[in-house]
């Protein structure tokens, strides 16, 4: 029995001896690394960089009144279409209170003149009459009435200028009515009824009863980097992204690169403008925030291409790795044409049924 028991825990311990050694061993043992490979693929590769901005309408146009006044009637809000010629407002004017004082004392002035120069026209028509003086005399105080006639005429019109701002009986129009002197939307009307406004003079560019723009001449306007700015020119391709329109893009030429940039941020930033080529079905309202992508480059048709990172560079020497065999690989010099930053053109080396090493991290 003792025999048994010893022959027993001695076969336990060299099996656990065993078992450890291969153990140990399997745990030193390197795995097989095996490598993933990707294809060359067909695909249209273009070259770009990205401006950020806003658009807008090309003009946008103040409508300021001619006179100063209070505002009596507003005839348009936001959002509402106008041709060029329609009502925006009407003014009720405020008189000056010197100048209303003066004008009435001119009026004033000029009835009594009137009156003293019909007395004496009256006086010497009768002489004429009698035959007591020449008719020559009589022409002068003829003439000076009538210019008394007209200094009324002339003072009532004045006075009613600046009380009422038009003629009575008068044809023309009055400055107090404000027109719209474009055709456009009606972006914003910051003023209400009561408000004061100043007239457009100048010295001042007067109070802004409305903005009024055309909505379907837009324009980009955003700023671009002075390390970009060199690589871009006029009449450039852009694809506009707007923050507010989801899945949609809209097409614009570059037609404008600010010749002076201005430093933001301790960058230098350069202004460009650039036409939005409006869609029918979507409405771009006045201030969208968006992103442009210039085009410098594009192939003008798919080209072969793979990822920018199966390349390896070595010197002057640029290749990818080609399994020639299951997990053979073999270097093959490439020669590499446009890149967008992710895939990259290849012009020789390569074929599309070609698998080519990916790296390991």
Known sequence: MKT???????????????YTIYFLYNKSK?????????????????????????????????IVPQVSGIIEKLYVEEGQQINKGDLIAKIRIIPNMVNLNNAESRLNRAKISLKNAKINFNRQKKLFDDGVIAES??????????????EVTAAENNLELIKEGQLKGSNKETNTL??????????????EIGNSVIESNTFNAGTTIAKVADM????????????????????????????????????AVLEFIAPKGKEENGAIQFEIKANVELKKDQFIRAGYSANADIVLDKTEKPVLAIQEGLLHIKGDSTYVEVEVAPQQFEKRIVKTGLSDGI????????KANDKIKVKTS
């Open 4 to 18: 048994f028991i010893k022959a027993f825990f001695g076969i336990v311990i060299v099996g656990a001896f065993l």
């Open 30 to 62: 390197q795995e097989r690394i095996v490598y993933k490979t990707e294809s060359p693929e067909k695909v249209s590769i273009v070259k770009k960089t990205v401006a950020t901005g806003k658009v807008v309408p090309r003009m946008e146009i103040d």
């Open 137 to 150: 005399v009589l022409d002068e105080y003829e003439l000076t009435f009538r210019t008394a006639k007209e």
């Open 178 to 191: 404000v027109r719209a002197t474009v055709s456009g939307m009606v972006l914003d009307v910051p003023v």
């Open 216 to 251: 379907n001449d837009m324009v980009f306007e955003g700023k671009i980097d002075e390390t970009e700015v060199g690589k871009i020119k006029e009449g450039m391709s852009l694809i506009l992204t707007v923050g507010a329109i989801e899945d949609v893009k809209f097409d």
């Open 343 to 350: 895939n990259i053109e290849i012009k020789e080396g390569l």
